[in-house]
């Protein structure tokens, strides 16, 4: 059975702020790919998440989702390369490393990642 949502195509091309109830989502400066995945995916882990941003977002009653990219793949319990997926894996979060850029170190192998606020912004290529 599929843990991704049916709905998923509906959140495609919307603002973060849609989909999150709390104050972090206004900030179209923060990079919000992890927190996109952990909200629709349904994801709270341990760490940093939107809902603890600030003192009036920890008193509403919604969930949050983990924020950080680091946070997110720290959790995965399998990691690497595509190419040596397991043919029983039917579905995995793939990360897109601008490692060029940044000049940093796959966090597939080593599981941690700076907290760059940009990683993952697409505009900057």
């Known amino acids: 059975m599929s843990k ?3 709905d998923i195509e ?3 091309g919307m603002n973060i702020s849609r989909i999150c109830p709390f104050n972090i989502a206004k900030n179209n400066s923060e990079n919000h790919c ?3 995945v952990s909200h629709i995916m349904g994801y709270e882990l341990p760490g940093a998440t939107c809902k603890n941003a600030t003192w009036a977002d920890k008193q509403k009653p919604a969930k949050g989702a983990t924020i950080r990219v680091n946070d997110l793949f720290g959790a995965v319990p399998v990691t690497g390369p595509l190419a040596n997926k ?3 894996l039917t ?3 793939i990360e897109l490393y601008l490692m060029l850029m940044h000049g940093i ?4 192998v080593s599981q941690t990642n700076p907290n760059i ?3 993952h912004d697409l505009r900057q290529i």
């Open 4 to 6: 991704i949502p049916t």
């Open 10 to 12: 509906r959140s495609l």
């Open 34 to 36: 992890a927190h996109y």
């Open 86 to 88: 397991p043919a029983a």
């Open 91 to 93: 579905e995995c979060l």
């Open 105 to 108: 170190d796959s966090p597939l």
């Open 117 to 119: 606020k940009t990683f």
